[in-house]
C-alpha cells in the first residue's frame, strides 16, 4: 500500500487529472527551472532500457550537469535497486521531496510501494502518478530530467507526452531483430507525438571474452546503427554485453561511478556525451543526423 504521507494528496487528484476519451487534452506545460527533458523508452522489456537511463542520468551528473531521475516505469520500478536507495520521500504540503541518490534527485513508485506487491492501475491512475511525479515534485533547478519510460507504446508515454514538452527521446534496441521490430515502433510513435528523437543506442552490442578477449556478437551486431541510418535519426552508440555492468545495478553501484576511464564505463560515458551533442543540436534548432563514436 503506498505511504499515508503520500496517498492522501494523490487520491484528492485521482478524479481531477482523469481524462476520457473525446476530452480535449491540455496543451503540455513547461517544468519551471528544468532546461531538457529527455525520455529514455524501448519497443519491447530486457533490452537494458532502465540500466542505460540510471547510467546516463548518473554519467551526466559526473560531467557537471544537475539531473534528475523520474522513474516513469510504474508496473516495474527497478530504479531504487539500481540505485541502491530505499527511503521514503516526504511531502511538504502540496509537495514532494525527491530522494537524493548519487548526486541525483530521484522520484519512483517504487519509493512508495516497496516490496513485491504489485500496482494494478488503470490508465487514468497511471496519468495521474505521472503529472504528480512531474508537477508536484520539488525538482529546483536542472540541466537535465530523465525519464525511464516503461516498454512499449502505452499510457505512460502518452500521458507523459500530455503533461510536459520534452526536449527528446531515445529509444534503446538490443541488436536482434525481434528487439529491433519494436523499436521501430516507438521511433514512429515518437514521431507520430511530435517529439524530437535524440537518437538510437545499441545495448548488449557484444560480449568480449575475459579469457582471450575475442568480442562475440551474442544478439547480433549492428542492428541498431542501420535502424538509425533507415529512419535518419542519430545513433548514439553501442554499449557491450558487460557482465560488470549486471552486476553493479543489482547492487546499487552504477558502472559510472567507476569513472570514465572505467573499462566498464567508457562504452556508457560516450553515449552520454552524446546524448549531450544531440540535446544541443536539437535546443539550437540543428536537423538530425547520425552520430559516430570516435
Not at 541518490?101 to 513508485?109: A, C, P, R, Y
Not at 503529472?131 to 516503461?150: A, K, M, N
Not at 549486471?246 to 567507476?258: A, M
Request: proline share 7%; with cysteine.
Amino acid at each position: 500500500m503506498l505511504s499515508a504521507r503520500f496517498s492522501l494528496p494523490y487520491n484528492q487528484r485521482m478524479s481531477a487529472h482523469s481524462h476520457h476519451p473525446g476530452e480535449q487534452q491540455p496543451t503540455p506545460q513547461p517544468l519551471s527551472g528544468v532546461n531538457a527533458i529527455i525520455a529514455v523508452g524501448s519497443g519491447k522489456g530486457g533490452v537494458g532500457k532502465t540500466t542505460l537511463a540510471v547510467n546516463l542520468a548518473i554519467a551526466l551528473s559526473t560531467m557537471g550537469y544537475k539531473v534528475g531521475l523520474l522513474d516513469g516505469d510504474v508496473y516495474g520500478p527497478n530504479v531504487p535497486l539500481m540505485l541502491g536507495a530505499n527511503e521514503q520521500p516526504k511531502v511538504t504540503g502540496e509537495k514532494i521531496a525527491p530522494i537524493n541518490s548519487h548526486g541525483l534527485k530521484v522520484i519512483s513508485v517504487g519509493f512508495l510501494n516497496p516490496g513485491d506487491k504489485p500496482l494494478i492501475w488503470r490508465g487514468p491512475m497511471l496519468h495521474s502518478i505521472i503529472r504528480q511525479f512531474l508537477g508536484s515534485v520539488e525538482w529546483g533547478l536542472l540541466d537535465y530530467l530523465v525519464i525511464d519510460l516503461p516498454p512499449g507504446t502505452g499510457d505512460v508515454a502518452l500521458s507523459l507526452i500530455q503533461t510536459v514538452p520534452l526536449t527528446g527521446a531515445i529509444v534503446v534496441s538490443t541488436p536482434s531483430d525481434v528487439a529491433l521490430q519494436d523499436a521501430r515502433k516507438a521511433i514512429e510513435m515518437f514521431r507520430q507525438m511530435k517529439v524530437d528523437i535524440v537518437g538510437m543506442v545499441e545495448n548488449m552490442s557484444y560480449f568480449v571474452c575475459p579469457h582471450c578477449q575475442h568480442e562475440v556478437d551474442i544478439f547480433s551486431r549492428g542492428g541498431a546503427e542501420k535502424t538509425a541510418k533507415q529512419f535518419d535519426i542519430a545513433f548514439l552508440g553501442s554499449v557491450e554485453l558487460d557482465p560488470e555492468i549486471r552486476k553493479s545495478g543489482d547492487s546499487g553501484v552504477p558502472s559510472v561511478l567507476q569513472g570514465e576511464d572505467s573499462p566498464h564505463a567508457k562504452s556508457l560515458f560516450a553515449f552520454a556525451r552524446n546524448v549531450v551533442a544531440r540535446v544541443e543540436e536539437i535546443k539550437a534548432g540543428s536537423s538530425e543526423g547520425v552520430i559516430q563514436i570516435q
